[in-house]
């Protein structure tokens, strides 16, 4: 006899999508709509998987009270209503849809542009409101006007094709976006994000939510707009800091902002920029189309009948997509491979165009896919933050206009077991080499300098001019800040010639400290990274 699953659909999901689950013999499906958390811990240990959108929290104290279940699938792109982690540490897979609202999204900011340039809300409800007032209502037309996008992912390259469509100059600020790519958007890439703000009469935020993009329009860079320049935020609340952009619209800097989503959902009664004339604001809409809403939830449901009834896992992102035996075999590979993407994505060119994998010894036996999806994974952590997975970062890559090739040397070399990573951008490029010791990952090349480092923690990778006494000094810096030194390693091509050091540390060293290491004539170049 077949085994039965309970799926619960907790959040709204298109009837197509339903239908298809109820179709499968072996499932018991209910959908219950706005449970409240206290109601959904009841009974949560009844169900083999649940499907959410965005209302329902499904967070550490509902999976612990989950006990059967096996499966959450999130009928969307984010996964900020899940506890990824306390999923993943009880084996429960957690699936998405990526890429089923990108049109969505695109359309609603096209549309908060327009309706910001031509005050359309504010004149609709003066006409309901009885009035017949068109002077108050002038606005500014589009074309001929600059676009400024931060963020070139999907999302940004199709409002990209819709303002070029109606005349705009569009240009773009994403340290991660490749030339190439951009020539192929037929937008201006600028490499810094000032350049953008000083040109743009419009500026539409396409990024997602990281340390490096929080806040990323804020008092400082507001300032260095143009004035009079219109903002729209279709992406994460909290890029925009919301109490700057509120000074920023009453003093005039920026002449208008249209919103769909804030720092606090639901935005409070008192919200400051609820009734300023110059501010459109929706509640959260970018993926409420009917299309998307039917894409993303027929999407999510094939997804969760595959895996439950045959095994197979897709648009996973907490576990890679292969079957258990072999996600054994090279889960090693695949720590090893993240830590040196995450390497290389903070000691490596920003603007990445090409990447070279290279796997070397046993591991080029197996079938690598899910091990490559690891290195894109670290390799990409600063262009999609928490968002980036082993499933979405290969179309990352892909909408970043990186050429990824692989090859594999099945003759030992040096090493029994090597995996090594090669980054280009333009005439720069970045390498470094991983294997193990033992079951331990260990760093044994920084581009032509052979070394033998931990790849755990903090570290310090310098380059410099091989001279008598440089080490000890930078310990002794090191020294006075109460940063201790774990471990060293160092490398040389000759005597006298330049060298590469990586120390381990047990802590972040300050950033006076760093300054006062790299003020030294001898210095090339001083990063840190923390894998």
Not at 42 to 65: F, H, M, P, Q
Not at 120 to 146: L, M, Q, Y
Not at 321 to 334: F, K, N, W
Request: proline share 4%.
């Amino acid at each position: 006899m077949s085994e039965t699953y309970r799926i619960l659909v907790a959040d709204a999901l298109s009837a197509r999508g339903v239908a298809a689950l109820e179709l499968v013999p072996q499932f018991k499906v209910d959908v219950k709509i706005g449970l409240k958390e206290e109601d959904l811990l009841k009974i949560v240990a009844d169900y083999d998987s649940i499907l959410v959108r965005s209302a329902t929290k499904i967070n550490k104290k509902v999976i612990e009270a989950a006990t059967k279940l096996k499966i959450v699938g999130r009928a969307g792109v984010g996964v900020d209503n899940v506890d990824v982690e306390a999923a993943t540490e009880r084996g429960i897979i957690v699936m998405n849809t990526p890429g089923g609202n990108t049109i969505s999204t695109a359309e609603q900011a096209f549309s908060l542009m327009l309706s910001l340039a031509r005050k359309i809300p504010h004149a609709h409800a003066s006409i309901v409101a009885g009035k017949w007032d068109r002077k108050s209502f002038e606005g500014t037309e589009i074309c001929n006007k600059v676009l400024g996008i931060i963020g070139m992912g999907r999302i940004g390259g199709e409002f990209a094709r819709r303002a070029i469509a109606f005349g705009m100059r569009v240009i773009c600020f994403d340290p991660y976006l490749s030339l190439s790519r951009a020539r192929s958007l037929q937008v201006e890439l600028v490499d810094q994000l000032a350049a953008l703000l000083e040109q743009a009469d419009f500026i539409t935020l396409h990024t997602p939510m990281t340390p490096e993009t929080k806040g990323i329009l804020n008092a400082k860079t507001l300032g260095q707009c143009k004035k009079g320049v219109r903002i729209i935020n279709c992406a994460r609340g909290g890029l925009v800091d919301e109490k700057d952009l509120l000074a920023a619209l009453q003093s005039g800097q920026v002449a208008g902002a249209a919103l769909d989503v804030f720092e606090q959902e639901p935005i409070p009664a008192d919200f400051p920029l609820r009734n300023l004339p110059n501010v459109v604001l929706t509640p959260h809409l970018g993926a409420s189309t009917s299309e998307a809403q039917e894409s993303v939830g027929i999407e999510i449901a094939e997804a969760t009948r595959d895996a439950l009834l045959h095994g197979a896992i897709r648009n996973a992102v907490n576990a890679p997509s292969v079957d258990g035996h072999t996600a054994e075999i090279l889960r090693p590979y695949l720590s090893l491979g993240e830590k040196l993407g995450l390497l290389l994505n903070q000691i490596g060119p920003q603007r990445m165009e090409s990447l070279k994998i290279t796997y070397s010894g046993g591991i080029a036996e197996f079938d690598t896919a899910s091990v490559t999806r690891s290195i894109l994974k670290g390799l990409l952590r600063k262009v999609g933050g928490s968002d980036v997975n082993v499933v979405n970062a290969p179309i990352l890559a892909k909408s970043r206009g990186i050429k990824i090739t692989e090859s594999k040397v099945s003759e030992l070399g040096e090493y029994t077991e090597l995996i090594q990573l090669e980054v280009g951008s333009g005439s720069e490029s970045t390498k470094v080499a991983g294997t193990f010791y033992g079951k331990k990952p260990r760093l044994v090349l920084i581009n032509d300098h052979n070394l033998e480092s931990s790849l755990e923690g903090t570290l310090f990778v310098m380059e410099n001019k091989d001279r008598p006494g440089i080490v000890g000094w930078i310990g002794t810096i090191l020294g006075r800040h109460k940063v201790n030194i774990a471990s060293m390693s160092l490398g040389r091509m000759a005597q006298g010639s330049d060298a590469l050091s990586v120390l381990n540390l047990d802590s972040v060293p300050p950033a006076e400290a760093l300054q006062e290491i790299s003020s030294d004539k001898d210095i090339r170049s001083v990063k840190l990274a923390t894998v």
